[in-house]
């Protein structure tokens, strides 16, 4: 098993990054409800790396902090995780090349601006991570760091109760579509990466992954 105590990882190019979020203006300031300004080219860097959602949430200049799914270029825990300990982001998950990072909004520019980050997503409130089943979580990473979240995948969902016209709203706004139900339990096929829009909902408590949608009636 390989040595990858913090003495013996090197942080690389992303701690320097990073360590530029603290001159960001208002980013990460509780007192200032006052908008972030940003540059034409890091409007243009959110939007070729990361997503609409993330910009806005850099344009707010809130405190707030969020979970995002970052996608490196090599693997994210060995290469990776001494520099993001440093600069004060914790990884909730990791698997190969992806992870989940808990993010201030001014920490998203620095991060973007290491070339070791491919992507960044935004993921949402951390509080929704616990509605995962911990084995669908690997497979989410897993389909990020192969590039294969916009491929359709089978969810199985559990309400609070049985759903009716509004939990088939916020399933088809996610971009999925409904393949069984069982009372409050139904199984959705649609992309990984309609999944942020989908745990929007307060009504799915629960989310399992393919393996277990078999056991579903039909």
């Known amino acids: 098993m390989s040595d990858i105590s913090p003495r013996n990882r090197k942080p690389g190019r992303i701690l320097s990054f990073l360590l530029l979020a603290v001159f960001l203006p208002c980013a990460g300031?509780?007192?200032?409800?006052?908008k972030a300004a940003l540059a034409p080219a890091d409007e243009d860097l959110l939007l070729s790396k990361a997503d609409e959602r993330l910009l806005t949430v850099v344009r707010a200049g809130r405190a707030d902090k969020f979970a995002a799914i970052g996608v490196f270029g090599d693997d994210a825990f060995l290469n990776h995780a001494a520099a993001l300990e440093q600069a004060s982001i914790p990884v909730l998950g990791e698997f190969g090349k992806a992870a989940i990072l808990l993010l201030?909004?001014?920490?998203v520019l620095p991060l973007l601006k290491d070339p070791s980050i491919r992507t960044l997503r935004w993921f949402g409130p951390q509080e929704r991570l616990a509605r995962l089943d911990p084995s669908f979580e690997i497979d989410l990473l897993a389909r990020y760091a192969a590039g294969t979240e916009q491929r359709d995948a089978n969810l199985l969902l559990r309400f609070v109760d049985v759903g009716g016209?509004?939990?088939?709203?916020?399933?088809?706004?996610?971009?999925?579509?409904?393949?069984?139900?069982?009372?409050?339990?139904?199984?959705?096929?649609?992309?990984?990466?309609?999944?942020?829009?989908l745990l929007e909902s307060d009504r799915i408590i629960y989310i399992e992954g393919e393996s277990k949608t078999r056991t579903m009636p039909h």
């Open 29 to 34: 300031c509780p007192a200032s409800a006052r």
């Open 165 to 197: 016209a509004g939990e088939e709203r916020a399933v088809v706004t996610a971009g999925f579509r409904i393949v069984t139900r069982a009372g409050p339990t139904w199984v959705v096929a649609g992309p990984m990466s309609g999944l942020p829009t």
């Open 104 to 107: 201030s909004p001014g920490q």
